[in-house]
């Protein structure tokens, strides 16, 4: 379905709720056809549309902002139907749609230039001055992002540790009156007394190790033709691998007791009460401090597997720390205790942890810096509350979609289990995934859902349970410290089921176990849409689009393609689509970047077709010399790294003039529509034009 087709302005009967994506696409189809008339310049049986902008930070954003200039200034970018953003590059489709919906597209066409509210200076004025945007603004430092994180970690430790408190002294207690082995102490300490909560998880260990020799057994036998068919390997396997590491942890954790007496063993053995006090302190600060140094090591030879070692070893750091203040303080128990366990639930019940998280500074940072308050009529409102079902199409805006990714780490269905996560859409008119099902935007989340809540969770990069911080041990610190920029809401499905414990608990527990990560959850867990797919062109896909233009600016220093590579798979694996990309034309594993732009063809399922230009982040000839001058000062760029989220002047204007002029360089007079930039760039040998690579050596 490459064109509109035929149909009414507008759908009076819209769905609230459906699970059918031919009816969201029949709304989206009218909601572009509306769009179309207001610009007064679209025809309505124009071919679809599609502009993706990609995952990258403020680096994406920057560059973006180039490539919206480029199209804006030759008149293509209201024909564009469809703006499909990720994370960075939701930044700045999102700074479009909130002024389009203050400038109407016949009003005024070139949004940048728009006048700011009080005066001085435009639009773009005002973005340039926002490449540090996590700490700009009055009053806002790089001690006030330290404060931020730190407050937002020290309220989740006040909410979550007495609860953890509670079950280490539980643990501690003295249940049955029976004695560990005498054998099982540090030579010189005393034999345990009491700790059956520890006592039980140390023998849990041998009957895990237990049952797994068993099971061992039993899936030899499974390879006996009389039982091969009886027996399900498979689970015989799972279950192995389940018992194995059930053994270890609960052994591990079991002998927490017999590690901590280290203190009666120097006690022993020197007599020396200072040394004794020590070696109980090293009994934590011994993991936590070699668990840093791993994963300082881990990050400098990149060993994932190191890193893994190094943040258990932190975790169990935290573990023995607790059990230290169950058992050698008087905390638990006292009036202190049962105060702060007052206080976390008050806490639990009252609050939001979605707005006492990163996500909430992060928003309001990215709300102040691309929703800038302009001198246009109805501008009064609030930028940060600014309902994303506002985005209307009478403003000629572009149908604004928001990739997000809903974490599926606990699914049921092996593919989105795999995946860990699937894609989810945030749009103007309906919010949901496949998974899901689609709730029209006025109904989801009351129908308040903010554009600057879209975008922020979109932008998420930072969060426990992905498929990059797959570690339980580094999830569970993660979320413990509360360093999570992701999203808890409804799913869309579920708009009237409610938990019945508080939700912090509820919440928190479910991200630190990395349980109840699901899409059948009534509540769900969203975060970074390049979790998932990170250009973009995923949810165009699925819409069938006639044209799609791909800009790419991920970091991508070593030339893997990999966001590309990803977003082919994943279209061919759940579209049955074809995106035929003659990438060698773009990297041939010289240290040298390619061109940087392709085009290619589409190949959709339904037997249609569609064409695709690829952008990508690099340096080309015939650039201007305040970039190259960049360039040799900073070698880095363009795949500078997305951590970097602070900008200065010349580096926002290096990546946003690179998007600019590499955009402009593809567009040539009589370019006047997409249809005719395809045919003349699918008729042209792109690696001819004027985008020959810059060479290595400088």
Do not use: M
């Given at each position: 379905m490459n064109d509109l087709g035929s149909g009414d302005l507008a759908s009076p009967?819209?769905?609230?709720?459906?699970?059918?994506?031919?009816?969201?696409?029949?709304?989206?189809?009218?909601w572009i056809r509306q769009r179309r008339r207001a610009t007064g310049t679209v025809p309505d049986d124009a071919p679809v549309v599609g502009l993706a902008l990609s995952g990258g930070g403020i680096r994406s954003a920057t560059f973006n902002l180039g490539i919206l200039q480029a199209l804006s200034r030759r008149g293509l970018l209201p024909q564009v139907d469809y703006l499909s953003s990720v994370s960075g590059g939701g930044y700045i489709a999102s700074?479009?749609?909130?002024?389009?919906?203050?400038?109407?597209?016949?009003?005024?066409?070139?949004?940048?230039?728009?006048?700011?509210?009080?005066?001085?200076?435009?639009?773009?004025?005002?973005?340039?001055?926002?490449?540090?945007?996590l700490i700009n603004g009055r009053g806002f430092s790089g001690w006030t992002l330290g404060a931020a994180i730190l407050a937002g970690s020290l309220l989740n430790l006040i909410v979550l540790l007495p609860l953890l408190l509670g079950l280490v002294a539980l643990a501690s207690t003295n249940w049955t009156e029976r004695q560990w082995p005498t054998w099982l102490h540090l030579p010189g300490a005393k034999v345990i007394a009491g700790h059956d909560g520890f006592m039980l998880l140390f023998w849990a260990g041998p009957l895990c190790l237990g049952l797994y020799l068993a099971t061992t057994l039993l899936f030899a036998l499974s390879s006996a033709p009389v039982l091969e068919r009886r027996l399900p390997m498979d689970r015989l396997r799972t279950l192995m691998g389940a018992l194995l590491a059930a053994?270890?942890?609960?052994?591990?954790?079991?002998?927490?007791?017999?590690?901590?007496?280290?203190?009666?063993?120097?006690?022993?053995?020197?007599?020396?009460?200072?040394?004794?006090?020590?070696?109980?302190?090293?009994?934590?600060?011994?993991?936590?401090?070699?668990?840093?140094?791993?994963?300082?090591?881990?990050?400098?030879?990149?060993?994932?597997?190191l890193a893994v070692v190094g943040v258990s070893l932190l975790c169990y750091g935290l573990l023995t720390l607790l059990y230290h203040l169950s058992a050698h303080t008087g905390l638990v128990g006292s009036a202190a205790f049962y105060g702060w366990l007052g206080l976390s639930l008050t806490l639990a019940l009252v609050c939001n942890i979605n707005s006492l998280s990163l996500h909430s500074y992060y928003r309001g940072r990215l709300a102040h810096a691309y929703l800038p308050e302009v001198a246009a009529a109805g501008s009064g409102e609030d930028p940060l509350h600014f309902r994303l079902a506002d985005v209307r199409p009478d403003s000629g805006a572009a149908l604004h979609l928001i990739n997000c990714t809903l974490n599926t780490s606990s699914s049921r269905r092996e593919k989105q289990r795999s995946r860990r996560g699937e894609s989810l859409v945030l749009s103007p008119l309906y919010c949901g995934s496949a998974a899901t099902g689609f709730r029209h935007c006025d109904d989801y989340l009351g129908g308040n859902l903010?554009?600057?809540?879209?975008?922020?969770?979109?932008?998420?990069?930072?969060?426990?349970?992905?498929?990059?911080?797959s570690s339980r041990a580094l999830s569970f610190l993660m979320t413990l410290l509360n360093l999570r920029l992701g999203y808890w809401a409804r799913n869309p499905a579920a708009e009237g089921r409610r938990g019945w414990l508080p939700g912090w608990y509820r919440y928190m527990f479910r991200e630190l176990t990395g349980r109840g990560l699901a899409e059948t959850e009534a509540e769900i867990?969203?975060?970074?849409?390049?979790?998932?797919?990170?250009?973009?062109?995923?949810?165009?896909?699925?819409?069938?689009?006639?044209?799609?233009?791909?800009?790419?600016?991920?970091?991508?220093?070593?030339?893997?393609?990999?966001?590309?590579?990803?977003?082919?798979?994943?279209?061919?694996?759940?579209?049955?689509?074809?995106?035929?990309?003659?990438?060698?034309?773009?990297?041939?594993?010289?240290?040298?970047?390619?061109?940087?732009?392709?085009?290619?063809?589409?190949?959709?399922?339904?037997?249609?077709?569609?064409?695709?230009?690829?952008?990508?982040?690099?340096?080309?000839?015939?650039?201007?010399?305040?970039?190259?001058?960049?360039?040799?000062?900073?070698?880095s760029f363009p795949n500078q790294a997305t951590a970097d989220q602070f900008f200065d002047e010349m580096q926002f204007d290096s990546y946003r003039q690179l998007g600019l002029e590499l955009m402009s360089g593809l567009l040539a007079d009589g370019d006047d529509t997409f249809e005719a930039l395809f045919a003349r760039l699918q008729g042209t040998d792109i690696a001819d034009k004027s985008v020959a690579s810059v060479p290595a050596s400088r």
């Open positions: 009967e819209a769905p609230r709720y459906t699970r059918d994506f031919d009816a969201v696409q029949r709304e989206e189809r009218q700074s479009l749609s909130w002024l389009r919906s203050h400038f109407p597209l016949r009003q005024h066409r070139d949004v940048g230039a728009a006048p700011l509210a009080e005066g001085g200076g435009t639009v773009l004025d005002w973005l340039r001055a926002q490449g540090n945007y053994a270890v942890i609960t052994t591990g954790i079991g002998l927490l007791p017999v590690f901590t007496g280290l203190e009666e063993s120097v006690l022993h053995y020197f007599d020396h009460q200072g040394l004794a006090g020590l070696s109980r302190h090293l009994t934590y600060l011994g993991p936590l401090l070699i668990g840093a140094l791993v994963v300082r090591a881990a990050r400098a030879s990149r060993v994932g597997s903010s554009l600057s809540t879209a975008f922020s969770i979109s932008g998420a990069a930072v969060d426990p349970n992905t498929y990059v911080t867990h969203l975060s970074d849409g390049g979790h998932f797919e990170n250009l973009g062109l995923y949810e165009l896909v699925r819409r069938r689009c006639r044209y799609i233009v791909v800009c790419d600016a991920g970091a991508d220093p070593d030339g893997t393609l990999f966001d590309l590579g990803r977003a082919i798979q994943r279209v061919r694996a759940d579209f049955g689509v074809e995106v035929e990309l003659g990438i060698e034309a773009l990297h041939h594993g010289d240290p040298a970047p390619g061109p940087a732009c392709l085009p290619g063809r589409i190949r959709y399922a339904d037997g249609s077709q569609g064409e695709v230009l690829y952008i990508k982040t690099a340096l080309c000839a015939n650039l201007s010399a305040d970039i190259y001058a960049y360039w040799r000062a900073n070698p």
